[in-house]
């Protein structure tokens, strides 16, 4: 088995929660009196093109909650977004003690719009643990786009034997396996621990 150099690795759902999934946007519904199916399908009608750097925030927020008045602020609905965000601190040390025995490089590879990224990465010093950031707003491509994983390999400079990658969602783990990336489906710390294991990487 090829020598593991680089862990590819999702942010949401491997060290943090999703930045905002659909539970996020059930609560903010609730919170702030919303239709909650407007706002669901005005979110997938936007939020690709918002992962892909091709809308900010704000204007991502103009077009599924703020297209009609209402009686809070932007900046009040933005903050709750942000709060959202909550850290696996097992997965998180787990990464770093990795990185650390086995002089790993990091790579993250995500679907995220940037300033939900950019926030993320402060709040949590995620800068810390991973080297490079392919995010889908940085690089305008988004997964299952297999371009990004092309980018993340030329960026990080490895072959794609040489990659482990940690990622929730199993349809991704399947279209880098298929790009010859080596992939764990992360269902729980035990679980990815184990999986690790299996790999010749131990904590």
Partial sequence: MPEITTLFMDIG??????GWDHRMR???????????GELNERHHLTFGTYEEGKLTLDQYLDRTVFYKERPFTKHEFREFMYAQSKPYPEMLQLIRDLKS????????VSNEGRELNVYRINKFKLNSIIDIFISSSFVHYRKPDEDIYRIALDISQVHPQEVLYLEDREMFVQIAGGMGIRGIIQKSHERTLKELGDYGLTP
Wanted: no cysteine; net charge positive.
């Fill in 101 to 108: 025995k086995y002089r790993l490089k990091i790579t993250s």
């Fill in 13 to 18: 759902g491997v060290i943090l929660t999703n």
């Fill in 26 to 36: 059930e609560l903010a519904s609730k919170r702030y009196n919303l239709d909650y």
